[in-house]
């Protein structure tokens, strides 16, 4: 079955606290990207990622980090979260950006 | 930069009545792809459509319709006979040449029986 898999769903954690989430799709898209979604201000992206090695900022990418090294995995990294990054956070990849994108279960994440 | 505006909050209406959502958008790029996605209450994402920059061809797919205008930079969404099953959030969202994909705020569409 063609889908694009996150993990954890759900986290809960501490400020200051290093976490990890990540994402994988197995229909061989090139464009990966993760979203974060907030009430009243949509989805905004936070990076994006055409191809494997290739990442760029999106509009909100402070506090983040990622990396493409396989062309199936793009690993969203908080290396300290803080409150403010609370959020519901999506991944989807693609083929192409003018193509539909094909979204993850999304991960509820709360830092305390 | 690229923008999308839904102006629209939240719309309610009773079941079989017809409902527009409205997007507007704002775009230097030529050649830009226009998308609509749902997000029942379960939570999930799911996309409706695309349109791109030089199709201004309006869809009908069932009771879902949509009116794309250049002129207006608008590309509105119109829900004929809405049903319960239609309760969401709809986002509109924009791509363009800069790779980005920019989503609108969303309007959450409640159908009362």
């Known amino acids: 079955e063609a889908q694009v898999t996150q993990n954890p769903r759900y986290l809960i954690t501490v400020t200051g606290k290093k976490l990890t989430v990540t994402c994988s799709q197995n229909?061989?898209?090139?464009?990966m990207s993760w979203y974060r979604q907030d009430p009243g201000l949509g989805l905004r992206q936070i990076y994006y990622s055409m191809n494997v090695e290739v990442t760029d900022k999106g509009d909100v990418p402070e506090g983040y980090k990622v990396s493409r090294k396989e062309k199936r995995n793009f690993p969203l990294i908080l290396e300290s979260p803080s409150p403010n990054q609370t959020s519901l956070y999506f991944c989807?990849?693609?083929?192409?950006?003018?193509?539909?994108?094909?979204f993850g279960p999304g991960t509820r994440l709360t830092v305390t | 930069a690229q923008k999308v505006t839904q102006a629209q909050t939240e719309i309610s209406v009773v079941e079989k009545e017809d409902v527009t959502l409205d997007c507007v958008y704002e775009?230097?790029?030529?050649?830009?792809?226009l998308f609509w996605y749902k997000q029942p209450p379960s939570g999930e994402l799911v996309f409706l459509i695309r349109r791109n920059s030089f199709d201004e061809q309006n869809e009908i797919s069932g009771r879902y319709s949509w009116n794309f205008q250049k002129s207006t930079s608008s590309f509105n969404f119109t829900i004929t006979a809405s049903q319960v099953v239609d309760s969401a959030v709809y986002f509109c969202?924009?791509?363009?040449?800069?790779?980005?994909?920019?989503f609108g705020a969303g309007t959450t569409v409640t159908v009362r029986a």
């Open positions: 229909m061989n898209h090139e464009y």
């Open positions: 969202a924009l791509s363009g040449d800069d790779y980005k994909l920019s």
């Open positions: 989807a990849s693609s083929l192409s950006l003018a193509l539909e994108q094909y």
């Open positions: 775009t230097r790029d030529t050649t830009y792809y």
